[in-house]
Every structure is written in structure tokens, then in C-alpha cells.
């Protein structure tokens, strides 16, 4: 039965920090992956993140099977719900309409990653309210933006790195592509909006009014093609998966050691140099006229690998991975996720932490990666229980009373949870 590793307690700061985006509100419609995880980037840096859930359900994460769970939320909805407020409403009800209107006025920003149809229906999409909120900034996260042919359809991130090439450059040679271990079209589209709110902010103060955002999947796919994306315009030749073959560079690649792998990529001469006198402890090879050039090594890849991997497969990975740092040569130890996360590097950039969750005990965090000195990362609180602050966000932003909470969760136009129990002080898994 695997264990949870040992995990170091979140350190709050030692006196109070100022935040980034201090003054900035978002009412955010979000749920599942993109959209989620560029709020949470945003309550990261300070925003005020106002998270809105339909009744009963929530964000549909927060149940996901088979996912596992801690504390009856899942994995998945753990990490990338961190540093919001939870309000949980019927938007089919007038009422719940009225709120979720209520709550846009008050803030900077809306985000919602819905197909295209639903948040019109609600009248709350962008045409909706540009006239009464000039100000309001409105970023829309879909599959396939909010024009075009495809503009309803839905979209996950699997089917959409195959269709647009992304998946066909990672894949060994002679097998089918298949969807990256990590959604990273959806990390992307969510940088992407994220990207696009600051900036949409930033117009905002300079132009004096809001505007409307697109981050959709498909577009961030394609833009992710990169380089690979230009070769094939420039040239008409479309790129294909290297396999082992490094994108830059020979020698490089997997190598196996005899105690797992290292990958390590070797550019140029003077690399090279480096590579055979201090990495290999072979000088000749720099002059062998088969690896003379970067022409020739590439000519010569399969004897030049073959030759190296009878050499690295005498010393474990840890000693590879160390004289090839020493000698200037890019590498990576091939780890595991579980390895990585554990690895040395990643407590000396302090990556990871646990916080106090109130039906979990502790729970794990990744921590944010933008390191800022005058405002850093905010000391973090746990994604929340759904409905979990409607009556405070009700209470605070919209002056209801208890009465009147109290009444509209009795007709379930919204949901609210009164008895949040304290932090556990111990782990439970649910």
C-alpha cells in the first residue's frame, strides 16, 4: 500500500506581504482544468478569487471517479482550487441569475469556460453586460474560441493536442502519438488567459475601459507547434517525432546508466570538447573523423550512440548527471513524478508544502513558481468546501441578511455551509 511522503508544513511570512493584485476582483464561472487553474494562479499573486458553483454538484472536479480523494474532494479539484471563496448557486433560478449579476458589479473581472451557448442563456456572456459594466474585463476559456465552425463544440485536452499535431511530436518511433501525461494544452490556455487579464488590466488604466478576452485550447495548441509550427510553413516539410534522437544535438539523448537514465543534449564543438575530456574522459573522440563536425555526428548517430551507451551503463545516473553539469553539458537524471517531487532541487526551490484542510487534516500543495520579491506568493488557504463562504460573500459584497440567506437557501437558489469544521491536525484520506 503506498504511503504519502513525508511533506514539509506551508511556513506563513514572518509579517504581512504586500499582493500583486491586491485590488482586483474576480467572479469566476470556472470549473475542471483551464479555467480554474488560471485563477488560481491569479489568487496566487493576491487577486480575490470569488469561485461561483452550481448547487449540490459544484465544480465537477470535486467528485471526479475514479480519482482519488482526501477528505472527499478530489485530487484533481484539491490542486487547482486553492485561495478562492466558494459561493454555490442555481443559475437557472432568477434569483441565482440576480446574484451572480450582483457579484459581477462589484468586481474587475469575469471568467468562464462554458460552451458557447450556455452563459448567453443566462444572460450573463459578454454582449450581455459590456454596456452596463464599460469597465468590466471578460475572458472567455473554450475548446475552440467563440467564432468559427466549431465554436459549440466541446473540447478536453487529449483529443486536442491529436488533431492539432501536438501529440504526433511526442512519440517513439513507429507507435501512434497518444495524449501527453500532463494536459499541458490546458496549462497553456490557462497561462494564456492569465496572460491576457493582466494585460487586459493594465489596458484598463491606460484606456479606461474593460474589454473581452479569448484563451481557447485550440488556438494555444497550435501556437504551443512553436518552431516545429514555422518549419513546416517555411518549408512545407511537417516535422515528426525525433524519437530518441535529441531536437538539438548529437551526441544526446536517453542514455541508460545501471542504476535507471540520463538525458543530456550536447550543441556545438566547444560542448563537445567539454563532453569528451571531462564527461567521458575519451579526448579522441573529438578528433575521430566520424564526430568531427556536427554534420558527422549526426551522419553518425546510431554508431556514436551505441558507442556511448556501452559507456554510460557502467556508472549509476547521479554520477553522469554530475560531471555533465560540472562540464557545461544540459542533462536530467529520467525520474519518475514521485522522484521529481522528492528530489533535492525541488526542496531547494521549495516547491511543495502542505496546509490545513478542514476535512483532510493536511493536505499536499505545489507551490506557485513566480518567485517576486516585493510581492510574492500569498500565504496560501485550501480550496474550498462548496458553498463554503456564500453567506460571507453574500453578507460582505451584497449586504444580505442572515434572513434573507437563510430564506433563498430554503427555495435552493443557493447552498450554504454553516458548521465548516476547524483544520484537522492529522491526515485523513477519504
Not at 484539491?78 to 443559475?91: E, F, G, M, T, V
Request: aromatic share 8%.
Amino acid at each position: 500500500m503506498p504511503q504519502r511522503p513525508e511533506i514539509p508544513p506551508y511556513q506563513p511570512s514572518p509579517s504581512p506581504q504586500p499582493k500583486a493584485l491586491a485590488d482586483v476582483r474576480i467572479v469566476d464561472f470556472s470549473r475542471v482544468l483551464a479555467g480554474p487553474f488560471a485563477t488560481q494562479i491569479l489568487g496566487d499573486l493576491g487577486a480575490e478569487i470569488i469561485k461561483i458553483e452550481q448547487i449540490v454538484t459544484g465544480d465537477d472536479t470535486r467528485s471526479l471517479l475514479p480519482e482519488p480523494s482526501l477528505g472527499g474532494e478530489s485530487f484533481f479539484y484539491l490542486a487547482l482550487n486553492r485561495n478562492k471563496r466558494s459561493i454555490s448557486l442555481d443559475l437557472r433560478t432568477e434569483e441565482g441569475r440576480k446574484i451572480a449579476l450582483d457579484l459581477i458589479a462589484t468586481a474587475d473581472v469575469v471568467l468562464e469556460n462554458f460552451t458557447t451557448r450556455v452563459m448567453e442563456q443566462f444572460g450573463l456572456d459578454y454582449a450581455s453586460l459590456k454596456d452596463r459594466f464599460p469597465q468590466l474585463i471578460y475572458c472567455s476559456v473554450s475548446a475552440y474560441g467563440r467564432t468559427g465552425r466549431l465554436a459549440n463544440a466541446a473540447g478536453y485536452d487529449s483529443a486536442i493536442s491529436m488533431e492539432t499535431g501536438v501529440s504526433a511530436l511526442n512519440v517513439t518511433e513507429g507507435e501512434s502519438p497518444v495524449p501527453g501525461g500532463v494536459p499541458f494544452v490546458d496549462i497553456t490556455t490557462a497561462m494564456n488567459a492569465t496572460i491576457g487579464i493582466l494585460a487586459a488590466l493594465h489596458a484598463r488604466k491606460l484606456h479606461g475601459r474593460g474589454q473581452f478576452i479569448e484563451s481557447a485550447m485550440y488556438d494555444s495548441a497550435i501556437a504551443d507547434l512553436s518552431y516545429k509550427g514555422y518549419q513546416f510553413l517555411a518549408s512545407g516539410v511537417s516535422p515528426v517525432s525525433l524519437g530518441r534522437k535529441p531536437k538539438f544535438g548529437v551526441p544526446g539523448g536517453q542514455f541508460n546508466c545501471s542504476d535507471g537514465m540520463v538525458w543530456f543534449t550536447c550543441t556545438g564543438q566547444k560542448m563537445f570538447r567539454n563532453f569528451c575530456d571531462l564527461v567521458v574522459e575519451r579526448p579522441e573522440l573529438f578528433d575521430d573523423p566520424r564526430f568531427d563536425s556536427v554534420a558527422n555526428r549526426n551522419a553518425n548517430f546510431e554508431v556514436l550512440f551505441n558507442l556511448l551507451s556501452e559507456i554510460f551503463a557502467t556508472q549509476d545516473r547521479a554520477y553522469w548527471s554530475d560531471r555533465l553539469k560540472r562540464a557545461g553539458v544540459p542533462c536530467g537524471e529520467v525520474r519518475s513524478v514521485g522522484e521529481a517531487l522528492m528530489a533535492r532541487e525541488t526542496a531547494e526551490r521549495d516547491m511543495i508544502a502542505e496546509i490545513p484542510h478542514p476535512t483532510a487534516g493536511r493536505i499536499p500543495m505545489i507551490k506557485s513558481p513566480i518567485k517576486m520579491s516585493l510581492t510574492p506568493a500569498i500565504d496560501p488557504t485550501p480550496p474550498p468546501l462548496l458553498g463554503q463562504n456564500s453567506r460571507e460573500i453574500l453578507r460582505e459584497l451584497l449586504g444580505y441578511s442572515d434572513e434573507r440567506i437563510d430564506a433563498l437557501a430554503s427555495q435552493g437558489v443557493i447552498q450554504v455551509l454553516d458548521d465548516v469544521p476547524a483544520p484537522l491536525a492529522s491526515d485523513a484520506a477519504a
